[in-house]
């Protein structure tokens, strides 16, 4: 939901030259006479004007060691679309409007000095996006579970296929098939069976995948980019280690969404569960971006996070879970502030997560099939890591 990279910011050298450059006289850079030049007997007179071998060009001007040159630390007309700005940080550089434009500039703020607020994704597809996923979810909830169930057991199929690719990227062995088939079979065997069949289908899903990893052990090649760690026992671990987390972190918990349809009022339980996940995302993106979110929350693993963002989310998902399970379900007010509570944590700690193992293995997004977003990944990481600790406390609450 989340990742800047690469931009840099250069300092504009100060004019004091490095150990070992020569000394520039101001004087005899402007073109009048030096220090040196006063005691010459060819000195030009006062009021000579200079030559143009005489005047300094941008390129000849020392800077210190390591600082770039004068045209390098002034972008051009056609650099603006190079400056990469963080969300959430503040930007101090001077603003590049355009001849007679007003307003805010490039540069983090306004004419007046006032903070600019950066979007830090594409806002309108994101919105468009998350309207077609709530009506894909709210329709078939609301009409046929079975439907629901199928949604939920494709769209953990591509974040299962997301997750492979991304492991693949890093070096892992992961069978696809079995882990695929698997997340598909585990919504549903919840649904039909309850949390023994969840489980029994996380167990088979993880034994497979395993068992498939061992049969096709790769022989050991010389071209491995993977080198030593990646042939012999070393790989065979990480790799058996990495099925089990595949089935754990998209199939396993998934069941659970499925798992809160069973009730007779399963529709209004998922609809507690997922409206306070997207009031975490909501509340959290729209407090630190009006913050600016200066007090960042895990700056090594997602810069864009903050204090500001996380303290928005709680209180966003306190609000909405308050009214939804104290107003459809009936429960009391301090459990749906608990649940909402609840929520914020784990829909962060889901984020975190992904955005450490993206960090890990090198990616950005997860995929590019949600425009706005990301991959299915990049939707479902705070969903799945809410789901069994919002199945817990609502059926807790609700039996």
Known sequence: MDDVMGGSVSIPALGVPSEGAPVVDRAAAAGGPGRDDLSASDAPPSDAPPTADDTPTPDDTPTP????????????????????DVPGERDDRPAAVPSGAEGTGAGGRSNGGRRVIRAGRDLP???????????????PLFTLYPIWVAVVSTAVAVGTYEVVRALHVAGMSVPLVPLAAGAVAMPITAYAAGTNGLVLAFAATT????????????????DDPRGPVGIGGDARLRDIAACAFTSAYVGFPAGFATLLTSAPDGHWRTIAFLGTVVASDIGGYTAGVLSGGRHKLAPTVSPGKSWEGFAGSVMACVIVGAVLMAWPLGAQIWQGALLGVAVAATATVGDLGESLLKRDIGIKDMGSLLPGHGGIMDRLDSLLCTAPVAWLLITTFLG
């Open 207 to 222: 034994i497979v995948s395993i068992g498939v990893r061992a049969i096709r052990d790769p022989a050991a090649r010389s």
């Open 65 to 84: 060691d390591g600082a770039p040159a004068a045209d390098e630390r002034r972008p051009g007309k056609g650099d603006e679309a190079a400056q990469v």
């Open 125 to 139: 597809a994101a919105i468009a996006v998350g309207i077609a996923l709530g009506a894909v979810i709210l329709v």
